[in-house]
């Protein structure tokens, strides 16, 4: 840390002493409901304003100049009547700055520079006599900033009715956004101008006119509620935070000293920068675990896409998918083409019973499973088997069976596990995104860690960047992702370039790409209808090609091969999945614009990986290839769109070429509408 001197040119100086304490902050000693500090980003380009107007905490947020947030208000409404949102006065100002770069574990980057100006604002509640700190983290790509209630006399335990953080925007930007649920992600974007997006859940991404892309969400989301954005009646294009409630109606329970997540806004000259942007996982603690030898990214299959397409069942019966017989013939087949893990969905008892309370058995095998056996056999054959813990949404069940069941992994060399909450929560009122679960879903990752298990959760909170303190939290659905496809109308072409810039802005994302049989053919007579009366409408909605620009593209470090088994079976276009190593240490977006088109390139050692794929326009996109190493050849292996190829009736026809190519030249990628690229750089 390294002392910073704030920008003072807005402090009227008769009213204010600056000193400088002990070498590490600056501290106003006066203080007057006039004041209006100033911070800046490393590079001077995001600029905030904080003043106290009439007792009202008031913030605003600049960009080169130009505004991004106008005055909103700070503050919150608590129970009893305590209102924090006025008869405030400032009663002095610290200021830090960091600059570090540490290393992640795994992720789209290995390496990752924290670089912020710190201006933590220190308020007084005059009638109260309760003080309140806003932390404001400047990055040259965003903001962060947080309450915070220290220890103090006046404020023990507390409840919070209402935050009251305002976010008023100065135009009305277009806007891709998902309306606010407290159950459920799994929703298709809405592209609106701002003031028909009337409550939205975050990560919400918006496009000034002058092309400034911005997204609003949260970070390191701990022991408090999930936050939402509503746009209020009577401020024009301002939102507000509005907090997932409690079956009760109260907030967030919580006692002083606390903090509460990050507000974030992340500020980009152009969408690709929004993707490149590491703000959210910056404003996370370091890592707690010490060991994390057992923590590694790693490709998988399942059986499990037979159940959404109706061609197998989770329960018990004739067309069971997950027997030992059926898990065997996975298991080699992932061993004979490099793909490491194997989730297999209702291996255990209970799923007869889903959706009730104490449903789920997760110690109790089908009894034409034989779990020791099918665990010996991965094993020998080095597959790591998937756990996998449906609860129907019963998470007060679930935390009772928790460590048994985790005990039972330890003993069979289980490292990895799949939960699922889908159905209404139990104890029923609470909500997927209230503070009840945030406690659950944390105490999960943490309880998996005492057991060397990482964790790919669904029906999970969003992520808030928190796999930079518990690394073992890998990734989560949080998306209306693959499954949709199976038996519903699914997820059109412009969805999957939309994620990218949106809810892959708040963390990796277990989507799960790589269903070739795209059309949904090859099996359909066996299909039964489970969960929707037309089977015909259902399909994937993209080019077999495109699959494969998904899987490099949609970022996952426990990233799934989809489809059924059958399908991948002597599939050439599979050998792309088998020879890629998804463990990346870097990745850039080379070009995309939300809900249009993306490509990304991937390193992984020594080998780049390119990802691209567009929405129902078809493409030539010309990428420059500077990310290769100098003095090297690579040879590229290209998985393309066919020339007559397209998502809607031709979707399947895909080309396998090769070619030489050297770092600086350029390729044209010619993408079908609904399609997509894939290609693996090798060094020759
Ligand atoms: C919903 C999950 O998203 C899906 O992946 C899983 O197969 C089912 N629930 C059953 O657990
Ligand atoms: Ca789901």
New binding site residues.
């Given amino acids: 840390m390294k002392q910073q001197q704030l920008k003072n040119n807005r402090f009227c100086r008769k009213c204010y002493k600056v000193v400088l304490g002990l070498g590490l902050f600056i501290g106003i000693l006066s203080c007057e409901t006039k004041s209006q500090p100033e911070i800046v980003s490393p590079d001077g380009k995001v600029t905030v304003d904080v003043k106290v107007d009439k007792g009202v905490p008031l913030y605003s947020v600049f960009y080169k100049g130009e505004p991004v947030i106008l005055s909103s208000q700070l503050g919150f409404k608590l129970k009893d009547g305590m209102d924090l949102t006025n008869h405030f006065v400032l009663e002095n100002i610290t200021a830090t700055e960091k600059d570090e770069t540490w290393q992640a574990l795994w992720g789209p980057d290995k390496q990752i520079r924290n670089h912020y100006n710190e201006m933590v604002v220190h308020l007084k509640h005059e009638n109260l006599n309760i003080f309140m700190d806003v932390q404001f983290r400047l990055y040259d790509d965003g903001i962060g900033f947080r309450y915070a209630f220290p220890k103090q006399k006046n404020l023990g335990d507390f409840e919070i009715m209402d935050e009251v953080t305002e976010f008023a925007l100065p135009a009305d930007h277009t806007c891709w956004w998902t309306m606010a649920d407290f159950d459920s992600y799994e929703k298709l974007y809405n592209k609106t101008p701002v003031s028909e997006a009337k409550w939205v859940n975050t990560p919400i991404t918006m496009k000034t006119q002058k092309g400034v892309h911005l997204s609003f969400h949260e970070a390191a989301l701990t022991d408090y509620a999930g936050m939402t954005l509503k746009l209020s009646d009577s401020k024009p294009l301002t939102y507000k935070s509005e907090l997932v409630p409690w079956a009760d109606g109260v907030k967030v329970k919580t006692s002083a000293p606390m903090h509460t997540p990050w507000r974030t806004i992340q500020i980009s000259d152009d969408a690709a920068g929004l993707i490149e942007s590491d703000l959210i996982v910056n404003l996370n603690e370091p890592n707690k675990i010490e060991d994390t030898s057992w923590i590694t990214p790693m490709k998988y299959m399942g059986i499990?896409w037979g159940?959404?397409i109706g061609t197998e069942t989770?329960t018990e019966g004739s067309r069971h998918g997950a027997t030992t017989e059926n898990t065997m013939r996975y298991i080699d087949f992932a061993a004979q083409n490099n793909v490491e893990g194997l989730v297999v969905?209702g291996w255990n008892a209970g799923w007869d019973k889903w959706g009730a309370k104490d449903a789920f058995d997760h110690q109790t095998a089908a009894k034409d499973y034989d779990l020791e056996k099918v665990a010996a056999y991965a094993k020998e054959k080095g597959v790591d088997l998937i756990m996998?813990h449906?609860t129907g949404g019963d998470a007060e069940g679930y935390e009772k069976l928790m460590e048994p069941a985790f005990e039972l992994c330890r003993k069979l060399g289980i490292r990895a596990l799949?939960t699922?909450y889908?159905g209404g929560i139990y104890p029923r009122g609470e909500h997927h995104h209230g503070q009840y679960m945030v406690r659950h879903y944390r105490k999960v990752v943490e309880t998996a860690a005492r057991y060397g298990i990482m964790v790919n959760a669904?029906?999970p909170i969003k992520p808030t960047g928190i796999r930079r303190t518990w690394p073992n939290m890998m990734t989560r659905?949080g998306v209306r992702?693959m499954?949709w496809n199976g038996w519903s109308d699914g997820n059109p072409p412009s969805h999957t370039v939309t994620l990218p810039f949106t809810r892959m802005l708040a963390g990796p994302v277990d989507y799960?790409p790589g269903t070739f049989d795209v059309l949904l053919e090859n099996f359909k007579d066996q299909r039964v209808a489970w969960n929707c009366d037309d089977l015909s409408k259902t399909r994937v909605h993209t080019t077999l090609a495109k699959q494969l620009g998904l899987f490099v593209i949609l970022y996952s470090p426990l990233q799934m091969g989809s489809d059924i088994v059958d399908n991948y079976i002597d599939h050439p276009a599979f050998k792309f999945i088998s020879d890629i190593n998804i463990n990346w240490d870097e990745s850039h977006v080379l070009n995309g614009e939300v809900g249009e088109y993306i490509t990304m390139a991937r390193r992984s050692g020594d080998e780049w990986i390119l990802g691209s794929a567009t929405n129902e326009t078809p493409r030539e996109l010309k990428v420059t290839l500077d990310f290769l190493d100098n003095n090297a050849s690579y040879t590229a292996q290209i998985y393309a769109d066919a020339d007559d190829t397209n998502w809607e009736t031709n979707p399947a026809d895909y080309s396998i070429s090769a070619k030489t190519v050297k770092k600086g030249e350029t390729l044209i990628l010619k993408l079908a509408a609904g399609g997509g690229q894939a290609i693996r750089f090798v060094k020759k």
């Fill in positions: 499990w159940m959404h989770w969905e996998h449906e799949k699922g889908a669904h029906e659905e992702g499954e799960t």
